[in-house]
Nanobody, 115 residues
Framework: QVQLVESGGGLVEPGGSLRLSCAAS????????MMWYRQAPGKQREFVAN???????NYADSVKGRFTISRDNAKNTVYLQMKSLKPEDTANYYC?????????WGQGTQVTVSS
């Protein structure tokens, strides 16, 4: 069955960096666009970034220039490199894609930006 497993979250100081990974299985990874979303406590889940089947990427304005999404189709993994982290980036980060209109989500990985 489809599985998305995020990892790489943690506690980091403002200005620091983290790289999130999402290992995918149960579907032909290279055929689908992949996305990262995040949800902070008390807030709605929001789009962070997406990457097409090729190399096209899109970012939320709030992370543009600081975050980079990439994928390794040989490893069935999508990454989110996060730099210049801010306290407002604190959230649970989720990997996401849709297959024939059906949404799939990972369990999330917590990112906390605090001094």
């Amino acid at each position: 069955q489809v599985q998305l497993v995020e990892s790489g979250g943690g506690l980091v100081e403002p200005g620091g960096s983290l790289r999130l990974s999402c290992a995918a299985s149960g579907f032909i990874f290279s055929m689908y666009s992949m996305m990262w979303y995040r949800q902070a406590p008390g807030k709605q889940r929001e789009f962070v970034a997406n990457i097409s089947r090729g190399t096209s990427t899109n970012y939320a304005d709030s992370v543009k220039g600081r975050f980079t999404i990439s994928r390794d189709n040989a490893k069935n993994t999508v990454y989110l490199q996060m730099k210049s982290l801010k306290p407002e980036d604190t959230a649970n980060y989720y990997c996401h894609f849709k297959k024939i209109g059906v949404p799939y989500w990972g369990q999330g990985t917590q990112v906390t930006v605090s001094s």
